[in-house]
Protein backbone atom coordinates (compact mmCIF):
# COMPACT_ATOMS: atom_id res chain seq x y z
CA UNK A 1 0.00 0.00 0.00
CA UNK A 2 3.06 2.29 0.35
CA UNK A 3 4.33 2.13 -2.46
CA UNK A 4 1.21 2.30 -4.35
CA UNK A 5 0.79 5.52 -2.51
CA UNK A 6 4.08 6.97 -3.30
CA UNK A 7 3.83 6.03 -7.01
CA UNK A 8 0.91 8.08 -7.11
CA UNK A 9 2.26 11.10 -5.27
CA UNK A 10 4.77 10.66 -8.28
CA UNK A 11 2.15 10.57 -10.75
CA UNK A 12 0.58 13.57 -9.04
CA UNK A 13 3.76 15.38 -9.47
CA UNK A 14 4.59 14.73 -13.02
CA UNK A 15 2.77 17.14 -15.21
CA UNK A 16 2.66 17.37 -19.19
CA UNK A 17 4.24 20.53 -19.71
CA UNK A 18 5.39 22.35 -23.27
CA UNK A 19 8.35 23.81 -23.66
CA UNK A 20 7.77 27.26 -24.04
CA UNK A 21 5.65 27.27 -21.16
CA UNK A 22 8.36 25.39 -19.04
CA UNK A 23 10.08 28.59 -20.10
CA UNK A 24 7.22 30.46 -18.87
CA UNK A 25 7.03 28.90 -15.28
CA UNK A 26 11.12 29.41 -14.94
CA UNK A 27 10.82 33.08 -15.55
CA UNK A 28 8.32 33.03 -12.90
CA UNK A 29 10.08 30.72 -10.44
CA UNK A 30 13.39 33.26 -10.87
CA UNK A 31 11.79 36.22 -9.79
CA UNK A 32 10.55 38.13 -13.43
CA UNK A 33 7.98 40.87 -12.42
CA UNK A 34 7.75 42.84 -15.94
CA UNK A 35 7.08 41.57 -19.45
CA UNK A 36 7.09 43.19 -22.28
CA UNK A 37 6.38 41.40 -25.68
CA UNK A 38 4.36 41.09 -28.45
CA UNK A 39 2.42 37.87 -29.92
CA UNK A 40 4.65 35.91 -32.49
CA UNK A 41 4.68 32.42 -33.39
CA UNK A 42 6.23 29.49 -32.61
CA UNK A 43 6.78 31.50 -28.53
CA UNK A 44 3.11 32.56 -28.04
CA UNK A 45 2.26 30.27 -25.39
CA UNK A 46 4.88 32.17 -23.18
CA UNK A 47 3.65 35.21 -23.38
CA UNK A 48 -0.02 33.38 -23.34
CA UNK A 49 1.05 32.18 -19.67
CA UNK A 50 2.65 34.59 -18.72
CA UNK A 51 -1.15 37.14 -19.50
CA UNK A 52 -2.87 34.57 -17.20
CA UNK A 53 -0.41 34.22 -14.37
CA UNK A 54 1.40 37.40 -13.45
CA UNK A 55 -1.63 39.30 -12.56
CA UNK A 56 -2.49 36.92 -10.16
CA UNK A 57 0.93 37.56 -8.58
CA UNK A 58 0.76 41.38 -9.02
CA UNK A 59 3.45 41.27 -11.50
CA UNK A 60 3.12 43.47 -14.88
CA UNK A 61 2.16 42.24 -18.35
CA UNK A 62 2.33 44.45 -21.50
CA UNK A 63 1.17 43.88 -24.79
CA UNK A 64 3.12 46.19 -27.00
CA UNK A 65 2.51 47.47 -30.39
CA UNK A 66 5.87 45.84 -31.83
CA UNK A 67 9.03 44.05 -30.63
CA UNK A 68 10.71 47.43 -30.58
CA UNK A 69 8.61 48.53 -28.36
CA UNK A 70 8.83 45.39 -26.33
CA UNK A 71 11.91 45.36 -25.47
CA UNK A 72 12.11 49.56 -25.03
CA UNK A 73 9.40 48.83 -22.25
CA UNK A 74 11.50 46.04 -20.87
CA UNK A 75 14.40 48.47 -20.38
CA UNK A 76 12.84 51.25 -18.38
CA UNK A 77 11.55 48.05 -16.53
CA UNK A 78 14.60 46.97 -15.77
CA UNK A 79 16.43 50.23 -14.86
CA UNK A 80 13.95 50.45 -12.32
CA UNK A 81 14.51 46.66 -10.30
CA UNK A 82 12.08 44.60 -12.30
CA UNK A 83 13.51 41.82 -13.71
CA UNK A 84 12.19 42.14 -17.24
CA UNK A 85 11.86 39.52 -20.18
CA UNK A 86 10.00 38.72 -23.27
CA UNK A 87 9.68 36.35 -25.91
CA UNK A 88 9.98 36.19 -29.75
CA UNK A 89 11.03 34.18 -33.00
CA UNK A 90 13.16 35.33 -35.56
CA UNK A 91 11.45 38.67 -36.81
CA UNK A 92 10.84 39.96 -33.95
CA UNK A 93 14.19 39.46 -32.86
CA UNK A 94 15.80 40.92 -35.55
CA UNK A 95 13.35 43.97 -34.71
CA UNK A 96 15.09 44.43 -31.47
CA UNK A 97 18.89 44.29 -32.40
CA UNK A 98 19.32 47.88 -32.09
CA UNK A 99 17.91 47.96 -28.21
CA UNK A 100 19.87 45.05 -27.73
CA UNK A 101 23.21 46.73 -28.02
CA UNK A 102 21.33 49.67 -26.33
CA UNK A 103 21.29 47.11 -22.92
CA UNK A 104 24.17 45.73 -23.49
CA UNK A 105 26.45 49.34 -23.57
CA UNK A 106 24.08 50.75 -20.89
CA UNK A 107 24.44 47.22 -18.96
CA UNK A 108 20.53 46.51 -18.28
CA UNK A 109 19.79 42.79 -17.36
CA UNK A 110 17.41 41.51 -19.86
CA UNK A 111 15.91 38.30 -21.03
CA UNK A 112 14.96 37.53 -24.53
CA UNK A 113 13.61 33.92 -24.93
CA UNK A 114 13.98 33.59 -29.14
CA UNK A 115 12.12 30.96 -30.28
CA UNK A 116 13.49 29.95 -33.43
CA UNK A 117 11.35 29.43 -36.63
CA UNK A 118 12.48 28.79 -40.17
CA UNK A 119 13.99 31.76 -41.83
CA UNK A 120 15.23 34.18 -43.30
CA UNK A 121 11.73 36.23 -43.14
CA UNK A 122 8.54 34.95 -42.40
CA UNK A 123 10.11 31.71 -43.52
CA UNK A 124 8.23 28.66 -42.46
CA UNK A 125 6.97 30.24 -39.26
CA UNK A 126 5.61 26.74 -38.06
CA UNK A 127 8.56 24.89 -38.31
CA UNK A 128 12.09 24.55 -36.47
CA UNK A 129 15.40 25.87 -37.61
CA UNK A 130 18.73 26.80 -35.61
CA UNK A 131 18.93 29.82 -37.74
CA UNK A 132 19.88 32.93 -35.20
CA UNK A 133 22.71 31.53 -33.46
CA UNK A 134 25.08 33.99 -35.58
CA UNK A 135 22.26 36.68 -35.27
CA UNK A 136 22.49 35.83 -30.92
CA UNK A 137 26.04 37.06 -30.97
CA UNK A 138 26.55 39.81 -34.16
CA UNK A 139 22.93 41.22 -34.49
CA UNK A 140 24.11 44.44 -33.04
CA UNK A 141 27.06 46.85 -34.34
CA UNK A 142 29.77 47.59 -32.16
CA UNK A 143 32.23 45.25 -29.72
CA UNK A 144 30.33 44.00 -26.92
CA UNK A 145 29.93 40.34 -25.48
CA UNK A 146 26.12 38.24 -25.26
CA UNK A 147 25.08 35.07 -23.48
CA UNK A 148 23.38 32.64 -25.09
CA UNK A 149 21.71 29.81 -23.93
CA UNK A 150 20.47 26.30 -25.24
CA UNK A 151 17.85 23.96 -23.47
CA UNK A 152 17.49 20.77 -25.12
CA UNK A 153 14.28 19.46 -22.93
CA UNK A 154 11.16 20.75 -21.19
CA UNK A 155 12.62 20.44 -18.15
CA UNK A 156 15.73 22.12 -19.28
CA UNK A 157 13.78 24.76 -20.73
CA UNK A 158 12.61 26.07 -17.06
CA UNK A 159 16.02 25.85 -15.26
CA UNK A 160 17.79 27.73 -18.39
CA UNK A 161 15.18 30.19 -18.58
CA UNK A 162 15.76 30.68 -14.14
CA UNK A 163 19.82 30.45 -15.37
CA UNK A 164 19.35 33.18 -17.50
CA UNK A 165 17.82 35.29 -15.27
CA UNK A 166 20.47 35.30 -12.67
CA UNK A 167 23.34 35.17 -15.99
CA UNK A 168 21.23 38.49 -16.51
CA UNK A 169 21.67 40.26 -13.09
CA UNK A 170 24.93 38.90 -12.30
CA UNK A 171 26.72 39.81 -15.58
CA UNK A 172 24.44 43.17 -16.04
CA UNK A 173 23.90 42.30 -19.24
CA UNK A 174 21.11 40.40 -21.88
CA UNK A 175 21.17 37.22 -21.74
CA UNK A 176 18.99 35.25 -24.44
CA UNK A 177 17.58 31.60 -24.71
CA UNK A 178 17.79 29.86 -27.82
CA UNK A 179 15.30 27.36 -28.36
CA UNK A 180 14.19 25.90 -31.32
CA UNK A 181 10.51 25.82 -32.32
CA UNK A 182 10.63 21.54 -32.02
CA UNK A 183 11.96 22.69 -27.88
CA UNK A 184 9.41 25.11 -27.69
CA UNK A 185 6.61 23.21 -28.78
CA UNK A 186 7.73 19.80 -27.35
CA UNK A 187 5.53 18.36 -24.54
CA UNK A 188 6.81 16.21 -21.43
CA UNK A 189 6.63 14.86 -18.21
CA UNK A 190 7.72 17.43 -15.90
CA UNK A 191 8.30 16.73 -12.14
CA UNK A 192 10.31 19.40 -10.57
CA UNK A 193 9.43 17.74 -7.19
CA UNK A 194 12.83 15.85 -7.90
CA UNK A 195 15.32 18.19 -8.47
CA UNK A 196 16.93 20.66 -6.02
CA UNK A 197 15.54 23.91 -5.31
CA UNK A 198 17.05 26.42 -7.79
CA UNK A 199 19.49 29.45 -6.89
CA UNK A 200 17.80 32.80 -7.39
CA UNK A 201 20.46 35.71 -8.05
CA UNK A 202 18.98 38.81 -6.89
CA UNK A 203 20.22 42.52 -8.16
CA UNK A 204 23.33 42.93 -6.04
CA UNK A 205 23.21 46.57 -5.70
CA UNK A 206 25.34 49.27 -4.43
CA UNK A 207 28.40 47.60 -2.48
CA UNK A 208 30.23 50.53 -1.89
CA UNK A 209 31.20 52.29 1.90
CA UNK A 210 28.43 54.56 3.21
CA UNK A 211 29.22 57.97 2.08
CA UNK A 212 31.40 57.09 -0.74
CA UNK A 213 30.31 58.01 -3.99
CA UNK A 214 28.38 55.64 -6.30
CA UNK A 215 29.63 54.87 -9.67
CA UNK A 216 27.36 53.00 -11.82
CA UNK A 217 29.98 52.10 -14.60
CA UNK A 218 32.74 51.79 -12.36
CA UNK A 219 35.69 49.77 -13.74
CA UNK A 220 35.51 47.08 -10.71
CA UNK A 221 37.71 44.12 -10.62
CA UNK A 222 34.96 41.70 -11.79
CA UNK A 223 34.27 43.73 -14.61
CA UNK A 224 30.33 44.05 -13.69
CA UNK A 225 29.65 47.49 -11.79
CA UNK A 226 27.18 47.07 -8.83
CA UNK A 227 23.64 48.21 -10.33
CA UNK A 228 21.22 50.49 -7.71
CA UNK A 229 17.50 50.80 -9.84
CA UNK A 230 16.68 54.28 -10.52
CA UNK A 231 14.48 55.65 -7.71
CA UNK A 232 16.56 53.87 -4.77
CA UNK A 233 18.45 56.73 -3.77
CA UNK A 234 21.13 57.76 -6.27
CA UNK A 235 20.64 59.34 -8.93
CA UNK A 236 22.91 58.81 -12.75
CA UNK A 237 22.28 58.60 -15.93
CA UNK A 238 21.77 56.18 -18.96
CA UNK A 239 23.01 56.32 -22.23
CA UNK A 240 23.57 54.66 -25.03
CA UNK A 241 26.76 56.58 -26.01
CA UNK A 242 30.11 55.92 -24.62
CA UNK A 243 30.59 56.65 -20.81
CA UNK A 244 32.69 57.41 -17.99
CA UNK A 245 32.28 55.25 -15.22
CA UNK A 246 29.20 58.32 -13.73
CA UNK A 247 27.69 57.25 -17.05
CA UNK A 248 28.36 60.34 -18.75
CA UNK A 249 29.27 60.44 -22.43
CA UNK A 250 32.74 60.91 -23.41
CA UNK A 251 34.61 60.57 -26.28
CA UNK A 252 38.23 60.36 -24.55
CA UNK A 253 40.14 58.00 -26.10
CA UNK A 254 41.61 56.18 -22.98
CA UNK A 255 38.24 56.17 -21.23
CA UNK A 256 35.96 54.77 -24.24
CA UNK A 257 39.19 51.75 -25.20
CA UNK A 258 38.83 51.28 -21.23
CA UNK A 259 34.81 50.79 -21.31
CA UNK A 260 34.53 48.67 -24.14
CA UNK A 261 37.42 46.51 -23.27
CA UNK A 262 35.29 45.70 -19.85
CA UNK A 263 31.88 45.37 -21.58
CA UNK A 264 33.43 42.19 -23.49
CA UNK A 265 36.21 41.27 -20.64
CA UNK A 266 33.03 40.53 -17.95
CA UNK A 267 31.88 38.05 -20.38
CA UNK A 268 34.92 36.64 -22.18
CA UNK A 269 37.12 36.70 -18.81
CA UNK A 270 34.78 33.98 -16.95
CA UNK A 271 33.76 31.53 -19.85
CA UNK A 272 34.93 28.65 -17.72
CA UNK A 273 32.04 29.82 -14.86
CA UNK A 274 28.98 30.57 -17.97
CA UNK A 275 29.85 27.91 -20.20
CA UNK A 276 27.61 24.70 -19.40
CA UNK A 277 28.71 21.70 -21.71
CA UNK A 278 27.88 18.41 -21.37
CA UNK A 279 29.49 15.06 -22.21
CA UNK A 280 28.51 11.16 -22.76
CA UNK A 281 31.01 8.52 -23.52
CA UNK A 282 33.69 10.98 -24.82
CA UNK A 283 36.36 9.72 -22.84
CA UNK A 284 37.48 6.75 -25.38
CA UNK A 285 36.10 7.92 -28.13
CA UNK A 286 37.27 8.19 -31.58
CA UNK A 287 34.59 10.28 -32.57
CA UNK A 288 32.94 13.14 -30.94
CA UNK A 289 29.53 14.84 -32.06
CA UNK A 290 28.54 18.57 -30.87
CA UNK A 291 25.29 19.11 -30.82
CA UNK A 292 23.16 21.57 -29.06
CA UNK A 293 18.78 22.14 -28.87
CA UNK A 294 16.15 19.51 -30.19
CA UNK A 295 19.62 18.26 -32.30
CA UNK A 296 21.00 17.09 -29.61
CA UNK A 297 18.35 14.28 -28.88
CA UNK A 298 18.66 12.96 -32.42
CA UNK A 299 22.71 12.71 -31.51
CA UNK A 300 22.08 10.46 -28.78
CA UNK A 301 19.97 8.40 -30.07
CA UNK A 302 22.30 8.08 -33.03
CA UNK A 303 25.69 7.86 -30.31
CA UNK A 304 23.21 4.66 -28.74
CA UNK A 305 22.79 2.95 -32.37
CA UNK A 306 26.17 3.78 -32.96
CA UNK A 307 27.58 2.32 -29.68
CA UNK A 308 26.05 -0.65 -30.25
CA UNK A 309 27.45 -1.19 -33.12
CA UNK A 310 30.68 -1.37 -31.53
CA UNK A 311 31.80 2.33 -32.99
CA UNK A 312 33.45 4.68 -30.00
CA UNK A 313 31.17 7.80 -30.21
CA UNK A 314 30.69 10.28 -28.14
CA UNK A 315 28.56 13.41 -27.80
CA UNK A 316 29.23 16.89 -26.34
CA UNK A 317 26.07 18.43 -25.83
CA UNK A 318 26.59 22.77 -25.92
CA UNK A 319 24.08 24.08 -23.15
CA UNK A 320 25.80 27.56 -23.59
CA UNK A 321 26.39 28.85 -26.90
CA UNK A 322 27.98 31.75 -26.56
CA UNK A 323 30.05 32.81 -24.88
CA UNK A 324 31.50 29.83 -27.18
CA UNK A 325 33.64 27.38 -24.90
CA UNK A 326 36.51 26.95 -27.28
CA UNK A 327 39.21 25.73 -24.60
CA UNK A 328 36.86 23.02 -23.34
CA UNK A 329 35.75 21.58 -26.87
CA UNK A 330 39.73 21.65 -27.78
CA UNK A 331 40.34 19.81 -24.80
CA UNK A 332 37.86 17.17 -24.76
CA UNK A 333 38.36 17.09 -29.02
CA UNK A 334 41.42 17.95 -29.41
CA UNK A 335 43.00 13.91 -29.85
CA UNK A 336 39.98 12.63 -31.41
CA UNK A 337 40.02 10.96 -34.94
CA UNK A 338 37.22 12.95 -35.97
CA UNK A 339 34.21 15.78 -34.93
CA UNK A 340 30.96 15.79 -36.29
CA UNK A 341 28.24 18.45 -36.01
CA UNK A 342 24.70 18.69 -37.14
CA UNK A 343 22.89 21.39 -36.93
CA UNK A 344 19.58 22.87 -38.84
CA UNK A 345 21.69 25.34 -40.75
CA UNK A 346 24.24 26.10 -43.29
CA UNK A 347 26.83 25.64 -40.47
CA UNK A 348 26.46 28.59 -38.22
CA UNK A 349 28.19 27.07 -34.98
CA UNK A 350 30.31 24.98 -36.51
CA UNK A 351 32.72 27.94 -37.97
CA UNK A 352 33.45 28.16 -34.47
CA UNK A 353 33.92 24.48 -33.70
CA UNK A 354 36.63 24.42 -36.89
CA UNK A 355 37.91 27.22 -35.43
CA UNK A 356 38.84 26.23 -32.03
CA UNK A 357 39.55 22.52 -33.55
CA UNK A 358 41.76 23.37 -35.99
CA UNK A 359 43.52 20.58 -37.78
CA UNK A 360 41.01 17.54 -36.53
CA UNK A 361 38.96 16.74 -39.39
CA UNK A 362 35.66 17.99 -39.54
CA UNK A 363 31.89 16.96 -40.71
CA UNK A 364 29.32 19.92 -40.66
CA UNK A 365 26.24 18.06 -41.39
CA UNK A 366 23.32 20.86 -42.21
CA UNK A 367 19.89 20.16 -43.42
CA UNK A 368 17.78 23.17 -43.74
CA UNK A 369 14.30 21.86 -44.81
CA UNK A 370 12.52 23.00 -41.99
CA UNK A 371 12.56 19.25 -40.47
CA UNK A 372 14.47 18.00 -37.78
CA UNK A 373 17.39 16.09 -38.39
CA UNK A 374 16.40 12.67 -37.73
CA UNK A 375 19.39 10.09 -36.21
CA UNK A 376 19.48 8.04 -39.06
CA UNK A 377 20.87 11.03 -40.93
CA UNK A 378 23.52 11.49 -38.51
CA UNK A 379 24.16 7.81 -37.91
CA UNK A 380 25.36 7.83 -41.59
CA UNK A 381 27.34 10.75 -41.86
CA UNK A 382 29.32 9.18 -38.59
CA UNK A 383 29.79 5.73 -40.18
CA UNK A 384 30.53 7.35 -43.43
CA UNK A 385 33.19 9.61 -42.62
CA UNK A 386 34.57 7.68 -39.51
CA UNK A 387 34.96 5.12 -42.09
CA UNK A 388 37.31 7.72 -44.24
CA UNK A 389 38.96 8.92 -41.70
CA UNK A 390 40.33 5.48 -40.33
CA UNK A 391 40.97 4.17 -43.37
CA UNK A 392 37.83 1.75 -43.31
CA UNK A 393 39.22 0.03 -39.94
CA UNK A 394 35.59 0.99 -38.23
Known amino acids: MTELKNQTALRENVVLMQGNEACALGAIKAGASFFGGYPITPSTEIAEYIAREFPKLGRYFMQMEDEIASIGAMIGASMVGHKAFTATSGPGFSLMQELVGYAAVAEVPLVIINVMRFGPSTGLPTMPQSGDIMQARWGTHGDHSIIALSPSSVQEAYYTTIRAFNLAEKYRTPVIVLLDEKIGHLREGFDISQDPEPEIIDRAGKNTEQGEKYLPFANTASGVPPFVPLGQGERYHFTGL ?68 GLKVGLLRLKTIWPFPAAQIREICGNKKLVVMPEMNMGQLAVEAKAALRGIPFLSVNQVNGRLITPATIKQAVESKLAEVMGGAC
Open 242 to 309: THNEAGFYTSDATQVETFINRLCHKIEDHVDEIAEIEQLECADADCVIIAYGAVARSAQEALEELRQQ
